[in-house]
């Protein structure tokens, strides 16, 4: 990051993301000023008067730079006094501001983009399709290449929590050579991708009961609770109805078209052979009838989930009823 402005604005909630933004600035900063003394300002132990203090010139000289996270969540004193010091201007200082969104001191949000401040989007990574983009970008950034398969298999596997994916996206750079696939991920998170409810829902919407039955069982064994398992299971056939319902056309053109993941379209496509409409409805009504069981409405989750899992492989295997 070069040319780093005085002023840098973070905007968004992932954390990961802002971090990153934060350590490249200073990065950046620290490599133009060496002597630089970073400050950090908690928000939620903030002392008026503290900032204004930090950003008054040293006796000594020296630049200082001032991270404050949390903006967001600061007192009136500390927005106060951050409007203040932009009218004034800051002298030997570098100023840099996190905010997770809102609209919470939205006036001093302007005042920083007025004073040309840098902005940083740090946007929430939730959906398949953002994380997928996630895991791509991190092995770009690596100079390194990971397969389609491989990306869902580490989505799998690590795909619950941004940071946790990011560890695993920096282990396989880390520990690996040449490109990452599915293969490559399985080595080193085989046993948390066997156990989780993705690879019982393959198995069960291909119509392949004793595989998936062997999976849940191990699933089960791992302390893999049955709520998440039904989630994906539900998820899995959605996926399937959207992309059978969107018709024919090349996978990239439905992938913008559904805001899926490509990998995810494709795997759709390839598991809606051999079901219909009618069969894929009876489905998709047994796992919500299973979602009921696990949540409270039956007495024993672990067997409302097998029964799913061998009504959806019936389903899959009953004669064709296209209406």
């Known amino acids: 990051m070069s ?6 604005l973070v905007t968004g909630p992932e954390r990961i993301l802002a971090q990153r933004a934060v350590e490249e600035s200073l ?3 620290t490599a133009a000023h060496p002597e630089a003394e970073i400050v950090r300002i908690d928000v939620a132990e903030y002392q008026p008067g503290r900032l204004t203090t930090e950003l008054s010139p040293s006796l000594f000289g020296g630049r200082r730079v001032i991270v404050v996270r949390d903006f967001d969540e600061a007192p009136d004193a500390l927005v106060d006094e951050l409007e203040d010091a932009l009218k004034v201007g800051l002298d030997e200082a570098n100023l840099i501001v996190l905010h997770k969104g809102g609209n919470r001191a939205k006036r001093v949000l302007d005042a920083l983009k007025k004073a040309k401040a840098r902005v ?3 946007p929430a990574i939730k959906s398949d399709r953002d994380k997928s983009a996630f895991v791509m970008n991190e092995f770009r950034r690596a100079r390194r ?3 389609p398969e491989g990306v869902r298999a580490l989505l799998e596997a690590a795909g619950k929590d941004t940071s946790e994916l ?17 293969n490559t991920v399985g080595t080193y998170h085989g046993g948390k991708v066997e156990a989780t409810g993705f690879r019982v829902a393959d198995a069960t919407v291909a119509g392949n009961a004793p ?10 064994a791992s302390g893999v609770d049955p709520v998440p398992i039904v989630a994906v299971l539900a998820s899995q056939l959605r996926q399937v109805a959207k992309v059978a319902s969107a018709g024919g056309g090349r996978s990239a053109d439905l992938a913008k078209q559904l805001g899926m993941p490509l990998w995810q379209v494709d795997k759709a496509r390839t ?3 051999g079901w219909d409409g009618v069969r894929l409805g009876r489905a998709i009504q047994a796992v919500a009838a299973a979602d009921f069981a696990v949540k409270g409405g ?4 672990q067997y409302a989930v097998e029964h799913v899992v061998l009504e959806i492989c019936r389903q899959r295997h009953a004669p064709s009823e296209r209406r």
Do not use: K, N, W, Y
């Open 145 to 147: 290449r990971i397969t």
């Open 27 to 29: 990065e950046a900063i």
């Open 166 to 182: 990011a560890a695993a996206c920096r282990q396989l750079v880390d520990d690996t050579s040449g490109i990452v696939d599915e």
């Open 211 to 220: 595989e998936a039955l062997r999976l849940l069982r191990h699933a089960f």
């Open 3 to 8: 040319d780093v402005p005085q002023i840098i």
């Open 271 to 273: 598991a809606s052979r």
């Open 298 to 301: 039956g007495r024993d989750p």
């Open 120 to 122: 940083i989007e740090a």
